[in-house]
């Protein structure tokens, strides 16, 4: 995998325990994980949210590596964009970017490395899922981000690999990416 490093460009990730993981190393943590158990149903999600502070806005894109009712291994990247997004449609708009940026380095290869380890045990209910959360609901009275959704949801599956996922089925941006969105970044470019 290192040969393809190279084309990944420079992302960086972190968690609650590791930070400064290359997409490499997250992937090989991922597989790890799965290597764990892997007779399990999985959901592999990207999710991403953002916070407007003064001067600019920071964007979490989150991955999380779920197996339902057994656990998860996530980590997130950080992306500070230096102007504040006051647009609601713009701010969707570049989270769901964000989500799809990454979810392009895992479609092909990756996705099938993460495969590979389950196939033996499809028949006992071994399975990958592939998801992009959007951070936005559908009900109007509750989610003023409802107007975009459809918009959103179409971009995502217009790429035939991940599903979208709204609220309040979209953990990975709604809960996750958004826990670490809260804290203002030291500098901003």
Known sequence: MSKQ??????????????????????????LRFIGQDPRCAYHF???????VFRGYTKFVTGIVLHRPGKGAWACYRVVVLPREVLSLREKLSYETSLSQELAAYFADDLL????????????QG???????????????????????VQEMVERVEASGVFLARVK????????????????????VM
């Open 126 to 148: 071994a399975s990958l899922e592939s998801f992009i959360d959007i951070d936005a609901g559908t009900e109007p009275v509750v989610n003023k981000t409802s107007l975009y």
């Open 5 to 30: 490093a190279s084309k990944w460009g420079d992302l960086r990730f972190q968690n609650v325990s590791e930070s400064g993981m290359t997409l490499e190393d997250v992937m090989n943590r991922m």
């Open 112 to 123: 099938h490395m993460m495969e590979a380890p389950l196939l033996p045990y499809v028949y």
């Open 45 to 51: 999600v990207i999710g991403t949210d953002s916070q």
């Open 168 to 187: 309040p089925e979209s953990y990975a941006a709604s809960a996750y990416a958004n826990r670490y969105t809260k804290r203002p970044v030291k500098k």
